[in-house]
């Protein structure tokens, strides 16, 4: 059974990037698709992306002038960067696996809150 | 900015059979794309429910079931137990975004 534990600091400033990444343990990450989810406090689930080995990325078009996605298969990891980060950002960020792009996601990392404040 | 909807919140005594309704569009659950319901328990992540409208992962009691029709969606819950409380998500894939879809989500309570 795949694991999946993200990584990264709790606390970005605003105007700063944000950076997380994800380990994945128990498979290969060179197969299957990757992505991003994120929850902010009391409110409900947002995509933020998925990457592929391939290099291949789809980042929610809310998102996507600051999101950047991809894939250490040296490390067997994958990682986020969100740009110009505001409190609206402040979320926990949770890393999952998809089957195929259209697939539902079956496997979740724990979760990493992350705080955008000076 | 969810394109899924969903109820904030359903309630039903131990024992009874609730039902949660996921209604999206022609690009998303309309276009055929299937539907996957998540449990999450405050405080943990998210957990694969239903997958593929109808289908139970490993060690899902058969009291979840999933169906899908049209525009929209519905995950029941029947012989409803204390431990079914929870938030219940939905997702799909939205062809006009090019990307995954997430339900407004659904708090049940068990009375």
């Known amino acids: 059974q795949v694991q999946l534990q993200e990584s990264g600091p709790g606390l970005v400033k605003p105007s700063e990037t944000l950076s997380l990444t994800c380990a994945v343990s128990?498979?290969?990450?060179?197969?299957?698709?990757w992505s991003w989810i994120r929850q902010p406090a009391g409110r409900g689930l947002e995509w933020i992306g998925r990457t592929y080995i391939s290099g291949s990325t789809n980042y929610n078009p809310s998102l996507k002038s600051r999101v950047t996605m991809s894939v250490d298969t040296s490390k067997n990891q994958f990682s986020l960067r969100l740009r110009t980060v505001t409190a609206a950002d402040a979320a926990v960020y949770y890393c999952?696996?998809?089957?195929?792009?259209?697939?539902?996601?079956?496997?979740w990392g724990q979760g990493t809150l992350v705080t955008v404040s000076s | 900015q969810s394109v899924l909807t969903q109820p904030p919140s359903v309630s039903g005594a131990p024992g009874q059979r609730v039902t949660i309704s996921c209604t999206g569009n022609?690009?998303?659950?309309?276009?055929?794309?299937?539907v996957h319901w998540y449990q999450q328990v405050p405080g943990t992540a998210p957990k694969l429910l239903i997958y593929?409208?109808?289908s139970r992962p490993s060690g899902v009691p058969d009291r979840f079931s999933g169906s899908k029709s049209g525009t929209s969606a519905s995950l029941a819950i029947t012989g409803l137990q204390a431990e079914d409380e929870a938030d219940y998500y939905c997702q799909s894939y939205d062809s006009s975004l090019s990307g995954s879809v997430f339900g407004t989500g659904t708090q049940v309570t068990v009375l």
């Open positions: 128990g498979g290969s990450i060179s197969s299957d698709y």
């Open positions: 022609n690009f998303n659950i309309g276009a055929g794309y299937n």
């Open positions: 593929d409208d109808s």
């Open positions: 999952a696996r998809g089957r195929s792009p259209h697939t539902s996601f079956d496997s």
